[in-house]
């Protein structure tokens, strides 16, 4: 029987609400991933993530996998069996890039933060002078577990000043905060399409400095992974090239993805960086109004993750339970170290609009007022008014 | 500016043309990869799975990535370091298994066969017996690159009789002709969405042994791709179990393969595999009444994947230009080996039908005349009516 889903509206950690433009070109007839035309969209793809990242990086590319593949491409493209990576991890994805580093036979020195808390620049300036052999800093710009972004430009520079390599993770910032990749000189960068792209999830969008493909070209040893070579992708990704047939590319996917980079150029970067900060401003109002607290620190939170504290004697599960049944709305979960103490609510891409905040603060109201959380309701949707009103 | 392709008729070697029923279903609107519709709705493409297998085995679930990374999912999970694998090649795919079991840091006994011809069971039996510890036997199925279907129920025999597990690539086979993983005894079976599912690109469906699942909860060493460790990604898509985040699955195209193989169960197998035979006999008279002949042995060839020798004389590249801008009709080249000697014209799915047959004969004829070979119109089409009206 075919299957029809119900109408969610997605404010967890991603995927995100799609635009319904992207879902109509997702669904248009299947071209071959040789035709000339889709060979004129993968260049005009190149283009527009170029633009998104701001960068001129030639290789700029959606890796044919979601993002997890994207953070392994960076990876195993760039580390060798014996080196050294320091990795800062500050919630769930840093665990991660230490998996990625030592599932390629390499040796991975940790710089441990908080959950919730930003990467410690002087934590990483000390890993650095204590291994300076280490190819390459690894780090999460925007941590999709806690709601947190760190100083991506800074830790890029202090990569660079140590001769390393910068392998950064911003899957959930690009689009919905600055992400400059010519600008920090980072090396290596990977991103989500179900994020702040509003696009549907499987694709990884990435990019690589020319010191990266100079790693990369010279290895000692083969890249592990036959499929997420860049040495081959390239073949078939290279601008100019000839393209040659490395794996049938997810043409429909990529359909999508171009339509939604598309939307972001039509409305600007910094339009777009603007209006996430917006809303983020507006939902903030709203739960503090009903007594909720954002549990990073306001300098370093993403405006399109909110981490809310669960109050004492509330059960959050039943809460997203209530959430999703009565008023067909998704918020995320804690994870990891988080698990159980709060909620993450996404304020993303095309989600990010003062509906979606209004819907989500006064359903919320209300599964607190249902489990015998002493507010008033209307509250929120007031101080939300109020921020929106100006 | 949005893209919107051109309206194709895919008789390449896929992807294949899409049913409108597919891309509807694709682009509905996205829901959570946590969603409860959503666990639900991979519990029945696992059951769908194991019918278009014909399997019960536990471990059957779709890669969220192309068939490439399919093949990859198997050689990563069950083959370690130090390891032997003999690996028959007799076309593309059996080279990039070769690739796969090197990656690992295994070692590859290839038993080689002439490109278009089946694999060869004495010289498979040979290698078995020289190599007696080796873990596996790999093989392909329906060659992509031949058109040629090897005996997947003798080669399986051969790897169990000698206690070795096998590996098979199925990526054009699956739903085109008899694919019997519980029947062959098969261990790892890995396929592709954009061939005889009439799916998009995109989505590797694979299946497990229990004998294989031994072996990957039993490995020395971790699994060197973190995206493809099964025993990860297990915890998502295990059935009954708390379906714990691995990565985000690629919500909607997984719509797609649900309607997918919704469609092939509604056809039902038997039926799939008749009417893909019978439209191959019926594209067959057609090339045959304009003096083209099939490269493949009769008894091994592929229904669904036809390949045909060009005629001397003949510009084959400028025939599949003419071809797509005057008839919008897309053929595959060949590869490797057979490059520039023939065209792979793929009848899958959805587009194994009357209709795509008999334009695809009347457009090649009008090529072929319009590039001086001395043939008379019509003749091919009126052969294949013939074949139609049995």
Known sequence: MSFHPPQRTLMGPGPSDVNPRILSALGQPTIGHLDPSFIQLMDEIKDLLQYVFQTKNELTLPVSAPGSAGMETCFVNLIE???TVIVCQN?????????????????????EDEWSKAVDLEKVTAAIKANPNAKALAFVHAETSTGVQSDAAALCALARAANMLSIVDTVTGLAGINVDVDGWGADAVYSGTQKCLSCIPGISPVTFSSRAIDVI?????????????????????????????????????????????????????????????????????????MGLSLIVDEADRLPQLNLVGVPEGIDEAQVRAQLLEQFDLEIGAGLGALAGKVWRIGLMGYGSNSTNVRLCLSALETCLISQGHGIKGGDAVAAANRVYAG
Chains 1, 2 share one sequence.
């Not at 860049?230 to 100019?240: I, Q, R």
Request: net charge positive; aromatic share 8%; proline share 2%.
């Open 91 to 111: 919630g769930v994805f840093g665990g991660r890039m230490k998996e990625n580093v030592t599932r390629c036979g390499a040796h991975a020195v940790m710089v």
């Open 217 to 289: 070209t010279n290895r000692k040893t083969p890249v592990q992974s036959w499929f997420l070579d860049l040495n081959l992708v390239m073949g078939y990704w290279g601008k100019g090239a000839k393209r040659a047939y490395h794996h049938t590319a997810p043409v429909n996917s990529l359909y999508a993805l171009h339509e939604s980079l598309t939307i972001v150029k039509e409305e600007g970067l910094q339009a777009s960086w603007d209006r996430h900060l917006h809303n983020h401003l507006a939902l903030r109002a709203g739960l503090e109004a």
């Open 81 to 83: 069996a014996g080196e």
